[in-house]
DNA sequence: CCTCAGGTAGAATGATTGCTCTACTTGCGT
DNA sequence: ACGCAAGTAGAGCAATCATTCTACCTGAGG
């Protein structure tokens, strides 16, 4: 990963634009050829079918993800959840206006298992970093699905979308502190107000 | 829609197992053709192009989800909703293990802009119908954001990820009790329950 | 009996694709 | 000065795909 050649790291950097911008069935070789601006055979010495340059692109991609979302993060859990929420509709507008590269990957090509695995360990490695920049270890799963959902919603609603985001994150804290009140006797839906 | 010849809704229903089975681009017309159990001529004459056919089989699927997920809920505004993520998870469970097919399918051909506008049109109408079944008209944004998010979570966490939905939704319930009650600003948590 | 609308099977076509290969160039260490 | 590692440009190849076309079949109605 860090061990990567002056020149692979701009092939990475140019497939993964090439990709962000048309998807992942238009490009052919020669137009991802023109993104990392690389001869063909250049290309194909370092990434050795087009479903390496997938994986290339995704790998590049998952680490300026992480690294935009979770840079120097406020230390308050709370501020620090809403401003994640936040980053990731920066990161929408200027980078994924077409949703998130990792499901398009896999919808692409749906029966590609190594492409399914990557979307699994980027989603877990988020989930596991925002827990705990939120100190909310409980509510793991819950923390993804409110990023989950902003991602999927952002090309309808733009900023409304963060603001959704960020009320259903509002409520969630409230709704935890609650909990944490009564006990935790207060688990099951049904026995909730 | 609904002035559909009884072969046409065969090669609709087949067209929507295979591209749910299969993804958007792994499926060739031949693929198809076996899916809806009809020639290649009969085929184009209905549905003139690969694209058409992709259409075909996301308005079919548009009907059939919407009647699985809205046909007899419970009046109950509350149980009404937790029927939803319910129902969401046994289609998930049934019929789309894949994820959304109205992602993938604008995942696998981003620059379609008749494939975008029905996906909007489809979580659009969902959303509506959703939040009229949940009473709940202020938080159209908040309950589709929820209902994306389990889509996403599910391929990954299966029933947990409708217990995150669940305890999502019941946090909004709570809170927006809350907010009614305290005209806006968050009250004290003594107010809920 | 004949017609014909509407179906089937599947070969032909033209374009595109992922990938390989040949031939040429360039910069650097000794 | 020379060799060589590492790059470029782009032609060629086999495979695949969407689409069209030819040829044949079938059953209901007059």
Not at 166 to 191: F, M, N, P, Y
Request: aromatic share 8%; glycine share 4%.
């Amino acid at each position: 990963m860090s061990n990567m050649s002056e020149i692979q790291t701009q092939i990475a950097a140019g497939l993964e634009r090439a990709f962000a911008a048309h998807g992942f069935s238009v490009p052919n070789v020669d137009m991802l050829r023109d993104a990392a601006q690389v001869s063909l055979r250049t290309l194909y010495k370092y990434y050795p079918s087009r479903n390496d340059m997938v994986l290339a692109a995704l790998e590049f991609r998952h680490e300026r993800y992480l690294t935009r979302i979770f840079s120097g993060l406020p230390a308050s859990p709370r501020d620090a959840l809403y401003e994640v929420i936040r980053r990731i509709g920066h990161w929408m507008e200027s980078e994924a206006s077409h949703g998130c590269l990792f499901h398009s990957a896999v919808a692409a090509a749906p029966e590609n298992e190594a492409l399914r695995n990557l979307l699994q360990r980027h989603k877990q490695e988020f989930a596991q970093r925002l827990a705990a920049s939120a100190k909310l270890p409980e509510n793991e799963k819950e923390l993804l699905l409110i990023c989950e959902g902003l991602m999927q919603l952002w090309p309808l609603y733009r900023d409304d979308a963060c603001e959704s985001a960020l009320h259903l994150a509002a409520a969630l804290l409230a709704h935890t502190r609650v909990e944490q009140k009564t006990d935790g006797s207060i688990g099951s839906i049904e026995t909730v107000c």
